[in-house]
């Protein structure tokens, strides 16, 4: 069996209606197994005007807008029309992308008919109620995701930090990586673009603090606000600019006054904006690898991030930028003002991280995946072709006695 053979039946919350990191990262696989030969279904909520097109076959299964935060979906499951298209499709792996209700139907229809399930971690979704106020909700998402993650062959998760936190919680023992690539079409220093800061008012000699990403409170846009404000306290003169959007638009603009609002770009015009910075800083801890600070590597930028999971693994401390213990606003402060008052340090460290983000090409990423495809596929074959043992006459008396 080759990658050719396989029939991939993927399944996503978010495929293509609101770009993001992790459906990025999808949508390049499905593109990499297409090139390969393979077949790939996706199913995934759908809607009338998607963030960007699908890359392959998108069948939509039931979902509804999730209350405040509208611009996502909720699945619901599977529906009739669906597991219709599933058996018509017959896939040879199932692969799991979010642990919502539609992945826990799919995971049912794949065990009984005996497929081979793999899942893949893209955010920690156990860390998600602790920004709105109800972090005692975690242990009890975190049980559901346990239940759920060992019921699947094999996880795959964006880095080895966070792995080792699967792990730790238990969540499964068959965990294998499944990095990132980047774009160095996009995301080369080469791009940085004078013009373009002077036409938002950016002075040449201004010092820019970068935000890329949604807008949300789970990225850590209140560590990012306090720091800022205690970089003013403090008289280091820099300018913050922040690319994306998201629901915590006013708010993140009302506790950052000043600050510049490029809203969402991308292709060139994220690759221009990114380069055009001076540094990024990535305080979210909600990360399983952090597509932004590879990219701001790649672009020739020192990375400021919190000490968690994804930027571990990416952000060498001293070398390629700082890592900063999460929530630490002064800890934070410091180590930017270091870098405003320090060209040289920050050329150093940026020029260190573009040479490290060259080790990652999309396809050798992919790739590997492909080849976890196909031994989760041959492991289930073998033991499905395996002769079930008939009990010993003695162990039928044994029970018998025991009975």
Known sequence: MDIADLRVALFSGNYNYVRDGANQALNRLVDFLLRQGAAVRVYAPVVSQPAFPPTGDLIGVPAVPIPFRSEYRFPLGLSAKNKTDLERFSPTVMHLASPDPTAHAALGWAEARHLPVL????????????????????????????????????????????????????M????????????REIFDPRHRDLEWRR?????????????????????????????VARLRSQGAPHKVLVIGKGPAHDWFAERVPGAIFAGMLTGGDLGRAVASMDMLLNPSVTETFGNVTLEAMASGLPVVAARATGSTSLV????????????????????????????????????????????????????????????????????????????????????????
Not at 321 to 350: C, M, N, Q, W
């Open 119 to 170: 899942a893949s971690v893209h955010t920690r979704f156990e860390t998600y109620p602790r920004y709105y106020g109800m972090g005692f909700a975690e242990p009890w998402l975190e049980s559901i995701l346990k239940r759920f993650y060992n019921r699947c062959d094999a996880l795959v998760a964006p880095s080895e930090s966070m792995a080792e936190v699967l792990r730790e919680q238990g």
């Open 172 to 183: 499964s023992s068959d965990i294998e990586i499944w990095s990132r690539g980047v774009d």
């Open 199 to 227: 036409s938002l008012g950016i002075a040449d000699d201004d010092v820019v603090v970068g935000f890329l990403g949604r807008l949300v409170m789970e990225k850590g846009l209140d560590v990012f606000a306090d720091t």
């Open 316 to 403: 060498v401390d001293g070398e390629t930028g700082r890592l900063v213990e999460p929530g630490d606003s002064a800890a934070f402060a410091e180590v930017i003002a270091t870098y405003i008052r320090d060209a040289a340090l920050r050329h150093k460290h940026g020029a260190a991280g573009e040479l490290r983000s060259l080790t990652y090409s999309w396809d050798a990423i992919n790739g590997s995946v492909a080849e976890l495809y196909l031994r989760l596929a041959e492991r289930k074959a073998l033991v499905s072709a395996a002769p079930r043992q008939r009990p010993s006459a003695a162990h039928n008396t044994t029970a018998q006695r025991s009975g």
